[in-house]
Structure formats: structure tokens, C-alpha cells
């Protein structure tokens, strides 16, 4: 399976099967957390698969992920030091192990606001300068998905996405760019559209130049959304799955290219400049 094909198929799993992750895949799993750690803007991350034992399940549900989150066994946990672009860096990275966890056939679910940190920061330790944004579960989907499941997925509207026009922009926020004027970059450009957000607010907004291939990343903030986890700002790590949906596409595809920081002189309308691919 593709990376591109990985970010098309992938779904959120709030329903998990009996049947456990074959040790050989559970390996390749946990080197993959150690070994790819590499951020877009050099934050320190690592990430650990947490493994519940029987009497560790019943603890689960003092979490509050079990009131979502249903016969999920192991899950992946990651922190990130407290520095500028960490949210970013972290959802970059663990976007990467969700991927990952895809082409094995395993089902995930990004999980910011529906678990207590506390509980998983005992099972990982965790230092004073470093912060839990996200877990995940990790296990084969079961067969049918839940009720709970299946209200969440409605009430987040988890299969709609935002159109083209209300996500990328040509030179500046007064131009749409359209489908067919994207060239080469209308994959990574689709693949960022179809990407996972919190709560499915969508909130990366890309302004393309005109006369070069640089596409510049901006966050339109969703009002008193960042108040719903301190110090954890989750449309900051949307940003950061953006990106990782962009760049692996984009790379896939044979793009050249790399992430810059250096905000342009075009108008964005009071959005919050990110980063951009030149």
C-alpha cells in the first residue's frame, strides 16, 4: 500500500475486533515510533505503544476513553517538548505513525480531547518540559461499528469534507484556486482537503503563488476552540497533519520541495501564517 493510498482509505476506529496484532507487526509497529522522529521544525518527540494488560482495561474507563473508544487493547501515546511549533511537530510525527499503522491494516482514531492525560502520561512518564497533546488506539476494526461509534462520526460529520474553494487560495484570499489549475500538486493538495481535524473543523487554509510552485500554509482559528485542552492548542497539530498529509504525498508523487519559514508579503485575511512548501 502507497502512502497516498493509506491518506485515501484511512478512517477514524472507535470499534475494535478480538483478534490481536500478530507480534511480527507489533514490532515493526513500536520501530517504527522509536526510529522516525524526524519534525518539520526540530522539536524533540517520542512516542510509545502502551500495552493493557486484563486488569489494566477496567482502569481504562476512568480515562473517558472507553466511553468512545471500544475493545481498543494497545495505543500509541507520544509527547513533545514545550517549544514554538511543537503542536505542529507532534501532529507531523504522529500523523506518520498513523499512516504507518494504515498500510499494516490497523485501525486508529486521533484522540485530543476525550481522555485524561494523567493516566497515560503514569504508563509513558512524562518530564516537566514536555506535553501529552494526542494518543491513539491501534488493533484491527471490528467487523461492525458500534452505536457510540456511529454517533460520532454523525455528529462530527467525520465523511464530509470542506470543498476546494473554501480551502486553497491563488496568490491571495481573493482568488479560489481552482481544481484543474493545481498541476502536479492537486494530489498533496486532496490529500490535505480529506485530512483529519479535530472535531473535523478543517482549519488550514494554503495560498498558492502564481508564478512558482510555493504554497504557503495558514491557520484559520475556530473561536474559543483552544480553550477545550490547556496548554494543548489542537488546531495548531491539524497544521501539523496538514503538512505530513502534503509533504509525503508530494514526495510520493516526485515533487521536489521542503518546508520553509518565512511569511510572504500577500494578504491572508487575519489568518496565522505556519510554513511554507518552496
Not at 518540559?129 to 455528529?155: C, H, M, Q, T, W
Not at 491571495?172 to 473543523?201: M, Y
Not at 518565512?262 to 489568518?271: F, L, Q, V, Y
Request: glycine letters at 8%; aromatic letters at 10%.
Amino acid at each position: 500500500m502507497t502512502i497516498i493510498e493509506s491518506i485515501k482509505i484511512r478512517r477514524s476506529c472507535r470499534s475494535y475486533g478480538d483478534r490481536a496484532i500478530e507480534p511480527e507487526k507489533l514490532a515493526e509497529l513500536k520501530h517504527s515510533l522509536v526510529t522516525n522522529t524526524k519534525t518539520p521544525f526540530g522539536c524533540k518527540v517520542r512516542f510509545h505503544l502502551i500495552d493493557f494488560n486484563e486488569m489494566e482495561i477496567g482502569a481504562l474507563k476512568n480515562l473517558t476513553t472507553y466511553g468512545v473508544i471500544k475493545g481498543a487493547r494497545q495505543f500509541i501515546a507520544g509527547t513533545v517538548e514545550k517549544r514554538p511549533m511543537a503542536m505542529e511537530d507532534f501532529g507531523y510525527s504522529m500523523e506518520r505513525h498513523i499512516l504507518k499503522a494504515t498500510t499494516m491494516g490497523l485501525g486508529t482514531c486521533w484522540l485530543g480531547g476525550t481522555f485524561k492525560r494523567h493516566g497515560f502520561a503514569d504508563k509513558i512518564g512524562i518530564d516537566a518540559d514536555e506535553l501529552l497533546p494526542a494518543i491513539s488506539p491501534v488493533g484491527y476494526p471490528r467487523k461492525n461499528r458500534s452505536v457510540v461509534d456511529r454517533v460520532f462520526r454523525y455528529v462530527a460529520a467525520s465523511d464530509k469534507r470542506k470543498p476546494w474553494n473554501e480551502l486553497f487560495y491563488l496568490h491571495d484570499t481573493d482568488h479560489i484556486l481552482d481544481e484543474q489549475d493545481s498541476g502536479a500538486f492537486k494530489i498533496p493538495l486532496e490529500c490535505v482537503r480529506i485530512a483529519p481535524s479535530a472535531s473535523n473543523k478543517q482549519p488550514w487554509r494554503i495560498i498558492r503563488e502564481r508564478s512558482r510552485d510555493a504554497f504557503h500554509f495558514y491557520l484559520r482559528r475556530t473561536p474559543g476552540y483552544e480553550n477545550v485542552v490547556k496548554y494543548v492548542k489542537l488546531q495548531n497539530v491539524d497544521m501539523g497533519i496538514a503538512m505530513c498529509h502534503f509533504e509525503l504525498s508530494a514526495k510520493e508523487s516526485g515533487l521536489k520541495g521542503g518546508w520553509n519559514v518565512n511569511a510572504p508579503e500577500i494578504r491572508s485575511a487575519g489568518m496565522e501564517y505556519i510554513a511554507s512548501w518552496i
